[in-house]
């Protein structure tokens, strides 16, 4: 059974770090891009940041650029995102998803597996 499993997420003040992982079951990393979305309350899915297949490319949105960094562990079969200096508007359901190929994808339409979700929240 294909399977994304997110965890990390949490409760945390402003200013602070999580680490997220997304642990692939069911098939292997190896030839997928990455991608870490988000959903706020009330706002449309945003892509956050991708990951090439090989490592050799990444994405991210202007708004965690400088502050979160993705990375992958393809023996793990996990993918990262390591959240600095997080803000009250980061607060959201974070979901991991896989897409086919090496490219790195902003939008979800090119994701084959989406995980269902930790909740990030940073309070003020």
């Known amino acids: 059974q294909v399977q994304l499993v997110e965890s990390g997420g949490g409760l945390v003040q402003a200013g602070g770090s999580l680490r997220l992982s997304c642990v692939a079951s069911?098939?292997?990393?190896?030839?997928?891009?990455m991608g870490w979305f988000r959903q706020a309350p009330g706002k449309e899915r945003e892509g956050v940041s991708s990951?090439?297949?090989?490592?050799?490319?990444?994405y991210y949105a202007d708004s965690v650029k400088g502050r979160f960094t993705i990375s992958r562990d393809n023996a793990k079969n996990t993918v990262y995102l390591q959240m600095n200096n997080l803000k009250p508007e980061d607060t959201a359901v974070y979901y991991c998803?896989?897409?086919w190929g090496d490219g790195i994808y902003e939008t979800s339409a090119p994701y084959d597996y989406w995980g269902q979700g930790t909740q990030v929240t940073v309070s003020s």
């Open positions: 998803a896989a897409g």
């Open positions: 069911g098939f292997t990393l190896d030839y997928y891009a």
């Open positions: 990951i090439s297949s090989s490592s050799g490319r990444t």
